[in-house]
Structures are given as C-alpha cells and as structure tokens.
C-alpha cells in the first residue's frame, strides 16, 4: 500500500490532520487478542506521530497499565481510564482544564479528573452494601495479586498493575439474579454504574467510554478554540457508546466471534482483527479525510 505520506506535502498534511483526535480501545482492538501485539498498527501509529494527531486509548485498563504500555510505545498522550471513569493528561500539555488535578507517579506528572467516587470510596459503599444485604461477590479489593492472576490470566507484573485502581472496581459476582438486580438498584441510588465486562461486573461512576471521549474533544475544541473530528475504533459492546457518537467510528471485528453491531450512519468494520485492521482502517480514513474524497 503507498501511504498518504507520500502523497500530500507536508504543508497539506500538518494542515489537514490538525484537528483530527484518534480514539482507541486496546484489548482486541490495538492490541492483538491472543498476543497482546501492537507492531502491525506501528506504521499508521507512527505516521499519526509525526502528523502530531493525538492517538488517546480509551480503555477499562488502569492508570499504571495505560502508563506502562504508552512508555512501551513511545507515547505521552492523554487517555481514558476504567471504561470512561477517569481522563489522565500530560502535566506539561497545553491541554488544561479548570477540573483537573495534579497526579505525580515518580518523576512523571500529570494532571487527572475523575467523574465519580474515588476507589477507596467505592469499595468502602461495597462493604457496607455486603454487610448489609449479604451480597456475595469477590472484588479486586478482595484479592491477592495470585488471585488476580488467577482470575484473570494476567502475569504477576500485569496484575499487580491491574490492582492499582483509581476509579472503578471489578468483581466476580457469585450470587442470584435477583440479588444482582438489588445490587445494581442500591449502586444506582448511589450514582454508580455497573457494567458487565468478559468476566467482571465493573463497578464505576455513570460517566461511560463515550462521555470521557466527549469530554476530552471539548475541551481540545476549548484549547484551540476549533473543531475537532473524532475517529473511535473499539471492537467490544463496551466501547459501543463510544463508537455511536464519534463522528468516524470503525468496529474492529473480533477473532473469535461476530462483529459488534451499532447504531450509526459513518460506520464501517474493519477488515481485519486487532492491530492489523486498525492500521489498514486508519490508513482509508486519513486518505480520505486529508484528501477531502
């Protein structure tokens, strides 16, 4: 395939994806499913680079998992964690945002706005719903990091990231149904959400994938005082609210089952899974867009 690069000055180019903001689910969707690789997305992600179009992963991951994958990468983007719970920006970006608070992890800073309860707030409302209503669940706060893994597959490095919560919290949930619907009511009263996942429930504020998505092109558009086009890739019934109000949503088919289904009229599916399709995706839609067709 010749790249768009190659074909636009860099006059042209810079001009034209100046206000395009990319945003990413990972697993399945960036990342390869059984892998976890990225390297077949490299080309679009490194012509992204150089375009200076933000690549934001929006994603249920943590903040220190997000971390170590951007270092992985050579990124220092913005991202949204725990399905939409969080938004985490560069402290040294000129994006700002009157809401946002300073976050240090080592010698890295940066500034954070959560749209909810805090962890430990959430998983003490766990406590006492349990104590209360005998709810029988295992959260993340529950368990051990082999357990964790144990649960989730993850090797001990990745699930001890995994346990560095900030915002929302998985659970394994081993009672009824008609416990469930209790538990579900009583976190609503609360102004929480739960979210069915692969495996977990996700307990978390009612801000979504495609609100911390919205939130972050408006306060781009604020920032640079222009519109922005928002190009979503997401390959799971989580990143669907994302997808539909994007203004370029691209579902990423899955591997190992049918295609996610939404509701928009600037769709498309990929025509591969994971990295590959996302780089063979954005490769169309920024020949598209920078070119005008």
Same mark, same amino acid.
Request: proline content about 5%; aromatic content about 10%.
């Given at each position: ?5 190659? #074909? ?14 990319? +945003? ?16 077949? =997305? ?29 270092? /992985?990468?050579?990124? @220092? #983007?913005? +991202? ?5 719970? =969080?938004?985490?920006?560069? =402290? ?18 940066? /500034? ?11 998983? @003490? ?23 964790? #893994? ?13 346990? @560095?919560?900030?915002?929302?919290? &998985?659970l394994l949930w081993n009672d009824s149904d008609e416990q469930l619907d209790l538990f579900i009511k009583k976190l609503e009263a609360h102004n929480l959400a739960v979210i069915k996942g692969g495996r977990f429930y996700h307990v978390k504020a009612k801000f979504d994938k495609a609100d911390a998505m919205l939130w972050l092109t408006s306060t781009y558009q604020q920032h640079y005082q222009r519109k922005f086009t928002s ?10 609210? !994302?997808?539909? @109000? ?6 990423? &088919? ?25 780089? #063979? ?7 598209? !867009?920078?070119?005008?067709?």
């Amino acid at each position: 395939m010749q790249y768009f690069a190659k #074909q636009l000055s860099s006059t042209e180019l810079y001009t034209n994806a100046s206000s395009i903001l990319v +945003f990413t689910d990972l697993d399945g969707t960036l990342l390869d499913h059984d892998s976890y690789s990225y390297e077949a =997305a490299l080309p679009s992600l490194n012509q992204l680079k150089l375009l200076k179009v933000p690549v934001i992963f929006n994603t249920s991951k943590t903040f220190m998992e997000v971390l170590e994958l951007q270092k /992985k990468m050579s990124l @220092q #983007q913005p +991202f949204a964690i725990e399905n939409g719970s =969080a938004v985490c920006i560069p =402290a040294d970006s000129p994006i700002h945002h009157e809401e946002l608070s300073p976050l240090n992890v080592g010698k890295q800073h940066w /500034k954070i706005k959560t749209f909810g309860p805090s962890y430990p707030d959430i998983c @003490q409302y766990l406590s006492v719903l349990r104590q209360k209503y005998h709810f029988r669940f295992q959260g993340f706060n529950d368990m051990n990091v082999a357990e964790v #893994q144990l649960n989730t597959g993850l090797p001990k490095y990745d699930a001890q990231l995994a346990k @560095q919560r900030m915002a929302s919290e &998985p659970l394994l949930w081993n009672d009824s149904d008609e416990q469930l619907d209790l538990f579900i009511k009583k976190l609503e009263a609360h102004n929480l959400a739960v979210i069915k996942g692969g495996r977990f429930y996700h307990v978390k504020a009612k801000f979504d994938k495609a609100d911390a998505m919205l939130w972050l092109t408006s306060t781009y558009q604020q920032h640079y005082q222009r519109k922005f086009t928002s190009i979503a890739l997401g390959d799971s019934d989580n990143d669907r609210s !994302m997808l539909e @109000q994007a203004d370029v949503p691209v579902v990423i &088919p899955k591997k190992h089952s049918s295609a996610l289904m939404i509701n928009h009229p600037n769709s498309s599916l990929a025509p591969y899974p994971g990295p590959y399709g996302w780089h #063979q995706s954005m490769q169309q839609i920024l020949h598209s !867009m920078i070119n005008g067709a």
